[in-house]
């Protein structure tokens, strides 16, 4: 039997209206007839990259899935220097967990807040 394998690709600040552009082009339009996608997200508030990626990789809002900033909040005006890398502070499953736990082998490459998740055996975090 084959492995099974999932890759999950996003594209920060993408949008819809790129798509037939990206078509135009040979190798990301032989992708993109054999891919599965989502054209037309809607931001999270706040509108920011880490908990809107979390939001795509759980289908949760930052309320249940606990990212609401790109960094942690501190006291000492540090806090640009204390970004969300790792998945432990994710309180939901994500896509890629949902995977492991059906078979699939998993990759990541630059997908903000994967790193240190077990459930990620190709991990290029961000």
């Not at 996608?37 to 706040?46: D, E, F, M, R």
């Not at 939001?55 to 909040?73: E, I, P, V, W």
Request: hydrophobic letters at 35%.
């Amino acid at each position: 039997m084959q492995k099974k394998r999932l890759l999950v690709i996003s594209v920060d600040a993408l949008f819809a209206e790129d798509k037939a552009y990206l078509e135009t082009k040979p190798n990301i339009s032989a992708w993109l007839k054999g891919a599965s996608g989502c054209v037309n997200t809607k931001s999270i508030y706040p509108t920011v990259t880490y908990p809107n990626h979390v939001a795509m990789s759980t289908g949760c809002y930052a309320d249940k899935h606990g990212l609401h900033s790109n960094y942690m909040f501190t006291t000492t005006g540090e806090g640009h220097d204390h970004w969300y890398w790792e998945s432990k502070y994710v309180k939901v499953d994500t896509i890629l967990d949902a995977a492991k736990k059906a078979g699939y082998t998993t990759a990541n490459g630059f997908w903000p807040v994967f790193n240190g998740n077990p459930n990620v055996d190709y991990n290029i975090p961000e």
